[in-house]
């Protein structure tokens, strides 16, 4: 346990002594928020049925903490110490090889609440307020950094099986299409039968319904419950199989 | 503190390897069978061009990389039985640097020291006794990525001891260094040897494994082609070494002209040169010329040296060991 406190100290160290590759990853959700919000706002006014009295910005919030949260930061980390020789180093200090991934994805909670704040701090600056309350917004930041947690093992899985900082680099081009094939823009109901379809069956679509329901509706249960399903469903699987790269690494 | 846990070898070998072996996906057998033993308090070295094997072997023994075949005991360790109990008894400096950047030389051996189980006040007074070590307190908290190639050398080497390993395992620990980060290198392995680490290097270079290696073995396209002491390695390809610069004079012809030259042990053809190894070459060298002449044979300088490493690698590999390394890099 302490060889995971170890080097979650120091993944959480190279947060705050790499701001360049935390702060750019903030860009894009802040900029879908105001962009998407801006362009359509007009279009889904407050008194739009699915915005429960809100304006649009309450209803692209989840999206954006989706896009701030998916990010490949820890597997980028993992394969440049892989490329500059630590990661050998670590292997080959007496310790589980499960505490590199678990001190990364402590990193990325860390980064995942930093992460979150900022753009709900933002969606709420923008007019969007929480329908359940503080602990909502607790609950909010807290269950879209463990989505970013249980996404991270992806990252980490591709910089372990390819050992390629391009081929990590570009791993998180993966989420677009699972986060666009969901109700990002409207709900299920007003999306086309093929899409509906297409969102119904993407996991990622219950993650943004549960996080909507705390800003728009308040305290879903059915809704909360799917996010939290789904979310930890994705960390023990990537993250089990990025254990399961790790102990077989050169093996 | 170094020379913490160095007895414990008492009764075993540093290193014991009976026909071991690796073989990668597609068949490449990087290591073949080899067999090696390293005594307690050595410095042993491995010497060999790029891609011969060196590395491999390392990995094997540091339980990076699992056998593919054969047996291999470090610090009286079974390397595949119990690996975890081999990497706390060694300590390991591979040739790729492994630092990380964003730390500070203190708090990258801080973190070492954790993982090898010393914190608090321990860790502490461990750190400051390392980077005085290699020379780095004044540098100790300036992250690494603004350490020069020598101080990073030296900054891994100090993580590999922080735990007094029994076996320190250093892969390259020179090359890319300039000649005084070189020389500074080899007084560190020099101190560490003499509070009783046994060391096992890997070396490309020949003055490195003549001026550190107590015993060395000579490992090319993944066998061990000789091993001894650079002494008597030197020792076993004869007095001494006659070269002839051929300067475009045909080789087999000078070689013919040489004839049944007394003492004449053998002869190598190298590019445009023929060593000659023979007992007396001082006194050989009138005789040569003679032989030359009778035959009218020209050719350029002719060198008169004791063996070096250099030749042993050549009697036992049929080749330079730069001429190899330059293959390599072509």
């Known amino acids: 346990m302490n060889e995971v406190l170890l080097l979650s100290r120091r993944a959480v160290r190279e947060i705050s002594r790499y701001p360049e590759a935390t702060i750019p990853a903030l860009f894009i959700p802040l900029f879908f928020l105001a962009v998407n919000v801006g362009q359509v706002s007009e279009t889904f006014p407050e008194t739009t049925p699915f915005l429960g009295g809100q304006g649009y910005v309450a209803f692209q919030l989840p999206v954006s903490l989706m896009f701030a949260v998916a990010t490949a930061s820890s597997g980028l980390a993992l394969v440049t110490e892989i490329d500059n020789g630590y990661f050998d180093k670590l292997l080959a200090a007496p310790i589980r090889r499960s505490s590199i991934i678990f001190g990364r994805l402590a990193a990325d909670l860390v980064r995942g609440i930093l992460g979150s704040t900022v753009v709900l701090v933002a969606g709420l600056a923008l007019g969007a307020h929480m329908e359940s309350g503080v602990l909502g917004a607790v609950v909010l930041v807290l269950l879209s950094a463990l989505f970013g947690v249980g996404y991270a093992g992806f990252g980490i899985l591709v910089a372990l099986r390819t050992r390629n900082v391009q081929a990590t680099n570009t791993s998180f081009l993966l989420f677009f299409p699972l986060l666009f094939l969901t109700p990002n823009f409207v709900p299920f109901e007003r999306l086309t039968p093929l899409m509906e379809a297409l969102a119904r069956a993407n996991p990622v679509s219950y993650v943004i319904e549960g996080l909507r329901s705390l800003v728009i509706e308040g305290w879903d249960l059915d809704k909360l419950g799917a996010c939290i399903g789904v979310t930890v469903a994705l960390g023990v699987v990537l993250t089990g199989l990025s254990l399961r790269a790790i102990a077989t690494y050169d093996r | ?330």
Not at chain 2, 299 to 319: C, E, K, M, N, Y
């Open chain 2, 1 to 330: 503190m170094i020379d913490e846990g160095v007895d414990q070898l008492q009764g075993t070998q540093a290193v014991e390897a009976r026909a071991l072996g690796r073989t990668f996906k597609g068949g490449v057998q990087a290591v073949r069978e080899i067999d090696l033993t390293v005594a307690r308090g050595e410095v042993f070295g491995f010497l060999g061009p790029n891609g011969a094997g060196k590395t491999t072997t390392v990995r094997m023994l540091c339980t990076l990389l699992p056998p593919s075949g054969g047996s291999a005991t470090v610090a009286g360790i079974d390397v595949v039985v119990d690996p975890a109990e081999v990497r706390r008894r060694i300590g390991v400096a591979l040739q790729e640097i492994g630092l990380d950047p964003v730390q500070t030389g203190r708090e990258l051996l801080e973190l070492q020291c954790g993982l090898y189980g010393i914190t608090g006040g321990d860790a502490r007074v461990r750190t400051g006794e390392l980077l005085e070590l290699v020379g780095l307190k004044d540098a100790a908290d300036r992250r690494t990525k603004t350490y020069s190639g020598g101080m990073k050398r030296r900054l891994d080497l100090a993580s590999a001891l922080v735990h007094s390993p029994e076996v320190l395992f250093l892969d390259e620990p020179t090359t890319g260094l300039d000649p005084a980060s070189r020389l500074t290198v080899w007084d560190e392995v020099r101190r560490i040897n003499e509070a009783g680490t046994t060391v096992f290097l890997t070396t490309q270079y020949l003055e490195e494994a003549d001026q550190l290696c107590d015993r060395l073995a000579i490992i090319d396209d993944g066998r061990i082609v000789s091993e001894g002491t650079p002494e008597r390695l030197k020792a076993e390809i004869g007095r001494d070494v006659v070269t002839l610069a051929l300067d475009g004079a045909d080789a087999r012809a000078t070689e013919a002209a040489l004839g049944e030259l007394a003492g004449l042990e053998r002869v190598v053809a190298e590019t445009d040169a023929l060593a000659l190894y023979l007992e007396d070459g001082a006194g050989s060298i009138a005789e040569i010329v003679r032989r030359l002449d009778r035959e009218e044979i020209r050719v350029g300088a002719i060198a008169v040296a004791r063996p070096s490493l250099d030749d042993v690698f050549l009697q036992a590999t049929g080749r330079r060991l730069e001429g190899a390394e330059e293959e390599q890099a072509a």
